[in-house]
């Protein structure tokens, strides 16, 4: 039998965004549900040791992170659902969405914290990822100091990487299946300029070498002319082919750029519908770290705080330029 859960926030998603909004939408009173999805969590909970989350001493694992701030949501009044959104509704208000359950969730306001999930190759042993495999420099660079790592793609994120990693790194080849670079000119000036970086030209990463015991050892490479492989070995591997935003349910129902990211006002996680809020790598494709989601996750909390107390009449118009009243107040 399906159920109405009713509420004035939902927020689809639980990641760092989403359990972040539902902490500070709780303290507010806002009795805000989160549908959880697929992955509860995101995607910290398939990342082994975390060094850059502040307030952390020593290097933390992913899962458990995320563990803390669902319990912490859950502390302050939130509702976790296990359910998957495959329906929404926002040309009328209140919003509503449908669960794979069955159940509907009808509320005033909803964050959108769906995330985006990086894109593989498809040939990367489930074993390795986390052991020498990732999809983030920024999130596991630091792992591979003074040791030469691999990174796979042509397009400006992968030579962001290789920058990126040139910091760290001994040494850094870049591996590109065609002989020309899809990246912007400048950055590749930067690219060839850098002499702790090599590029293999006309390439494609065959297999991935190691163990669960050693992790990862070394790349097979298929030249794709002539046929021929080789091996490279590197202690890490950085795919950097590209993110997919989880954001099909809402095309042509928000504003979406070229890359399926939703777009938000700017200094805002406000979207082209009054009253829906995105946070998190669902709206942000520059730095896709946790720390920025969880901050997102609160920025629209706040303004979803904003626009009830506006929409309600609760506050002068003066008010409404500042930080929700009823926010500041939960710091207090």
């Known amino acids: 039998m399906s159920n109405i859960h009713q509420s004035k926030i939902l927020i689809i998603g ?7 909004a539902a902490i500070y939408a709780s303290r507010a009173n806002l009795e805000p549900i989160i549908v959880q999805g697929l992955q509860p969590g995101g995607q910290l909970t398939i990342t082994t040791e975390v060094e850059n989350f502040s307030g952390h001493s020593q290097p933390i694992m992913g899962p458990w992170l995320m563990e803390q701030m669902q319990k912490q949501a859950e502390n302050v009044g939130a509702r976790l659902i296990y359910d998957v959104i495959t329906e929404v509704d926002l040309a009328t208000q209140p919003f509503r969405a449908k669960g794979d359950s069955g159940d509907e969730y009808v509320a005033d306001t909803l964050i959108i914290c769906t995330g985006a999930q990086a894109r593989w190759l498809g040939n990367e042993p489930e074993y390795l ?96 002319e002539s046929g021929a492989t080789r091996e490279l070995e590197v202690a890490g591997a950085f795919i950097a082919i590209g993110h997919d935003p989880a954001t099909t349910l809402f095309r042509g129902k928000l504003t979406l750029d070229e890359d399926g990211y939703i777009v938000t006002k700017p200094d805002s996680t406000a979207t082209s519908v009054p009253g829906v809020f995105a946070a998190g790598d669902v709206k942000d494709k520059v730095f896709r770290q946790a720390i920025t989601a969880a901050g997102m996750g609160c920025m629209a909390a706040l303004e979803a705080e904003k626009w009830l107390t506006a929409r309600e009449g609760k506050s002068d118009p003066a008010a409404l330029d500042g930080a929700p009243s009823q926010m500041i107040g939960a710091w207090e």
């Not at 639980?14 to 972040?20: E, I, L, N």
């Not at 020498?132 to 420099?137: D, E, P, Q, T, V």
């Not at 591996?175 to 990246?183: E, G, K, P, T």
């Open 14 to 20: 639980s990641g760092p965004a989403g359990y972040t």
């Open 129 to 224: 990822q986390g052991r020498g495999i990732s999809g983030c420099a920024t999130c596991d660079g630091a792992f591979f100091r003074n040791q030469h790592v691999a990174v796979i793609g042509g397009g400006n994120t992968a030579v962001e990487e290789a920058l990126y990693l040139s910091n760290l790194a001994s040494k850094v080849t870049l591996i590109h299946r065609r002989n020309l670079l899809r990246s912007e000119k400048i950055l590749q000036d930067r690219l060839f300029r850098n002499p702790k970086i090599e590029v293999i030209w006309n390439h494609r990463v065959n297999a991935f070498l190691g163990s669960a015991d050693t992790g990862l050892t070394g790349l097979r490479l298929l030249d794709v």
